[in-house]
């Protein structure tokens, strides 16, 4: 007999609306004992049943709903179902832009709360960030093995939020091949090397594929500054786009060194291209002090708020970077800016960029609004997944 769990009256408001998440302080009474992963039955405080989820004991987070079907039980059936759901609405996109690389399973977006995969050609890379992902570690396997037997399966659940759900982190291989230091994807004829072992995230940033692709369409014969290059993704796409000059920006040289590899894979000019190791914050009060100008510049900072408490100061540094870019832009310059902070809302993103431009002296114009690629989905009960905001702003 599976466990229970009785909401505080009111409380279940939030699943009646599809919400997959339990509030510790939500829950009024538990009938049983669950351990952390176990699959528990959800019932509002009248003892109406609303979902079956995931025990999380330690969590702020007590448990995440698998399902709102009573009649869907949580087996080896219900991950292949979902995965191959999940799978489908990427399908058309892979075929459309020539993806070896994608996300397959984003989350709470995709019905599978804490688990996150992502797709390198034949390397499928796993983050499992719930009690309830990692309990049910073994059939998420045992799904991608049966979907995907071309597949490998790799392990980078080496993230902090782990700790909240009482997990250590892990990485490594689950079945089949450890990856190379590189392996190649493509997506619209370009090439990225990807190291799935130590690279960020599960080894690379796929949400920003379509804004890479925006960003080529203001580079030809321009000046382009890459703040926060990683391995160089924007800058690809910028001298694909015919940019007659490009500096990159990251503090890590390991993501400088690939950048100049997927720059020379795709058999690109870098004579012109400059990989430099340094802080942007710092790097753009230099070139500002030099008098130094670019015609279009891509600002694609590290998440700046992890918590609510952090959000203040992320509002003060986006102003900071955006301000400092609208003053190196040359007139008519495009400005392409993000915020990936899940906290940042789209509006007060907007409003940031708009002050910075006010406070530069800059008359501004949005060009484009961005977001995340469509295999980040977002699940319309769930908009903690929207994170990715992006702008493209022009400026006099
Ligand atoms: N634009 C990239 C992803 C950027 S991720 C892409 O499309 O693939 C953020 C990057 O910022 C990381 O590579 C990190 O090394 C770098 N970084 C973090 N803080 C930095 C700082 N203060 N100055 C320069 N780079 C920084």
Redesign the pocket.
């Known amino acids: 007999m599976s466990a229970s769990i009785y909401l505080v009256k009111g409380r279940e408001k939030s699943l009646l609306r599809r919400h997959p998440w339990i509030f510790s302080k939500g829950i009024e009474r538990v009938e049983g004992n669950p351990v952390d992963g176990d699959t528990v039955e959800i019932y509002a405080n009248d003892g109406k049943w609303l979902a079956r989820g995931a025990w999380s004991g330690s969590s702020q987070i007590r448990a995440r709903v698998w399902t709102f079907d009573k009649d869907e039980t949580v087996d080896l059936d219900f991950f292949i179902r979902r995965l191959k759901y999940a799978q489908e609405s990427r399908d058309p996109l892979i075929k459309r832009q020539g993806l070896t690389g994608y996300r397959l399973c984003a989350a709470e977006s995709d019905g599978l709360p804490g688990l996150t995969i992502d797709r390198y050609a034949n390397f499928l890379v796993c983050q499992i960030l719930s009690a309830g992902a990692e309990f049910q570690r073994e059939l998420i396997t045992q799904a991608l093995r049966t979907l995907y037997p071309e597949c490998s399966i790799y392990e980078r659940s080496d993230v902090a939020v782990r700790k909240k759900e009482g997990l250590k982190e892990r990485t490594g291989v689950i079945y089949g091949d450890t990856p190379n230091e590189s392996v190649v994807i493509e997506e619209s004829g370009v090439k990225i090397l990807v190291d799935i072992r130590n690279g960020?995230k599960t080894g690379?940033?796929l949400d920003?594929r379509d804004?890479?692709q925006a960003a080529a369409k203001y580079t030809e014969g321009k000046r382009v500054l890459?703040?926060?290059?990683?391995?160089?993704?924007?800058g690809v796409y910028a001298l694909k786009g015919g940019a007659k000059e490009l500096v990159n920006?990251?503090?890590?040289q390991n993501?400088l060194d690939i950048a100049r590899q997927n720059a020379e894979l795709n058999g690109l000019d870098t004579s012109n291209t400059q990989f430099i190791r340094?802080?942007?914050?710092?790097?753009l009060r230099e070139y500002r002090e030099k008098g130094e100008k670019f015609d279009v510049i891509?600002l694609?900072?590290?998440k700046f708020a992890e918590s609510k408490a952090q959000l203040l100061g992320a509002c003060r540094g986006y102003k900071d970077i955006n301000m400092l870019a609208f003053q190196l832009l040359a007139p008519g310059g495009v400005l392409l800016t993000?915020s990936?902070s899940g906290l940042m809302e789209q509006s007060l993103f907007q409003k940031i960029v708009a002050d910075a431009a006010l406070d530069a002296g800059r008359d501004a114009q949005i060009l484009e609004l961005l977001s995340q690629a469509s295999d980040h989905p977002i699940g319309t009960a769930y908009p903690e997944g929207f994170y990715l905001k992006g702008l493209v702003v022009r400026a006099r």
């Open positions: 960020h690379f940033y920003q804004n890479r890459n703040c926060f290059s990683y391995t160089g993704g924007f920006v990251d503090l890590s993501a340094h802080d942007v914050f710092k790097l891509v694609d900072p590290p993000y990936c």
